[in-house]
């Protein structure tokens, strides 16, 4: 249920969500030298998200022996993000960057807001299929909630499923926290690394946002930077109250909430780039099956002789695919319909993803 206006106002918000990753894999290089697993390492990283849901999800994928430990440190960092961030942003910004105020967004269209969750997670699922679950949540219940068709099914997914969900989630994870498990050095070790990933993932956030700030001849304020280790709405509000307390009349929060909902997506791609590089070997993916079906069907293998002729050398079904995705890429970024310019450099980077997709597989 998450609302995505304030970054599809201020698309730059997504460079600072990504700058606040850096905490998850910073703290995986830590986790490594104490001498954890790549998995283990991985799963303890995701803590520097400040996703409670990303982070369970990474460690039953990663290290399901940890789950108890890094649900807790996750969860306790989570609560403490205005004890922990505020010292951090005073330590790098000077009072004269605290005090700058921003000016408003302009205003979103209903067009984008219901295009955007439909367009991210179509790039995610194709480029990165191990995030689809995680980023594909996401956008559905912004997707209900923007689109205002299914208000009864947004109300109850807001709320009394919300508030099931997070009592069963309570007890499982609860239950895996018994003392030959949960009462050791390793967490005190997690619990030591949980605190290092929010602190380098603040650092991260707030150290791009004075590059942006004079970038931006002063436009940017470094303090939204911090909001963008996702713990939403909570990051943001630091922002905002850390803000006042320097200009009683400086109102950051819509601004820090674009960092804090990119960093919402940039945790769960950095989550999907984990699994993909440590998880297990398992069956293959919703997208793996339809890749293989298209792979072996008649059109696809009638496209690829059509396109060996055309162009002279022999084109493989999996080169016609890459194709194919690249074409339609193009088509949606030309076509002319009243796309927003955001919209239209969502479709650049995505056309520029499949090229390079085609370099990769021998095209040129």
Known sequence: MTDFEPLIARP??????????????????????????????????????????????????????????IAVAAYCYMALVPVIQPPIMKALTTEKERQIVMTAPRRVSKTEKILFPIIVTIIVALTLPDAAILVGCLMMGNLMKESGVVERITKTAGNELMNIITIFLGFSVGCT??????????????????????????????????????????????LIGSA??????????????????????????????GPNVAGVIGSAVAAGILINMFGAASRPSVFA??????????????????????????VTPLQTLHLLHAQLAFVLMVFPLPFSPFVRFLFLGWFALTVAQCRRAGLK
């Not at 619990?191 to 940017?220: E, P, R």
């Not at 109250?241 to 950051?252: A, D, F, H, M, T």
């Not at 099956?289 to 022999?314: D, I, N, P, Q």
């Open 12 to 69: 730059s918000s997504l460079l600072l969500g990504a700058a606040a990753q850096l905490g998850i894999f910073f703290t995986f290089v830590g986790a490594k030298i104490l001498g954890f697993t790549n998995q283990e390492a991985g799963a303890i990283g995701i803590i520097g998200g400040a996703d409670g849901p990303t982070a369970i999800y990474v460690t039953t994928k990663l290290a399901p022996h940890l789950l108890g430990s």
């Open 177 to 222: 926290t018994n003392a030959a498990t949960f009462l050791n050095i390793q967490t005190v070790e997690i619990i030591v690394l949980g605190i290092v990933a929010f602190g380098v993932g603040t650092a991260g956030g707030v150290l791009l946002g004075k590059v942006m700030c004079v970038v931006t001849h002063g436009k940017i304020n470094p």
């Open 228 to 257: 963008g280790v996702s713990a939403v709405p909570m990051a943001a509000r630091v922002s905002q109250k850390v803000g006042q307390e320097y200009n009683p009349r400086n109102y950051l929060l819509m601004h820090a909430m």
């Open 289 to 314: 099956a339809l890749k293989g079906y298209c792979l072996r069907s008649k059109a696809v293998h009638s496209l690829s002789a059509f396109y060996s002729r055309l162009l002279e050398t022999r």
